[in-house]
């Protein structure tokens, strides 16, 4: 699952805000982090945004156990929850609240844009 694809529309200037809200620089078109070394702005945005959907499950329940070698989260439903990717935690916690993933993960999206521009979109 693309996680850009529930929070599209973003124009190329707010996606530039959104990244530099969280600490990513632009040098020479590409953007870099503490964490990541420099990549094309599409990358660092799915790159953010699985940090930023990852955070947000973690406060309704969720953990993080642990990244893949690609930077994949891999997400555990409290404490005895099996290990599953990002997305299918998306799924499980939006079937969980009876409402559409993509409603889900916008939510959580503009909780996280609320909290680094100080107010909605």
Sequence with gaps: ?????????????????YLRARGWREEAGSWS???FSPVPIARA?????????SAALCKLGWQ????????????????????CSLPKALRLQARREKRPVA???????????????????
């Design 33 to 35: 982090s503490e964490r």
């Design 64 to 83: 993080v156990v642990g990244y893949s070698e690609r930077g994949h989260v891999q997400m555990r439903d409290g404490e005895r929850g099996r290990p």
């Design 103 to 121: 409603e889900l993960t916008y939510v959580l999206f503009l909780a996280a844009i609320v909290e680094t521009e100080g107010g909605p979109p």
């Design 1 to 17: 699952m693309k996680l850009e694809r529930h929070v599209g529309g973003l124009s190329l200037a707010r996606k530039a805000n």
């Design 45 to 53: 945005i799915h790159h953010q945004l699985t940090d930023d959907l």
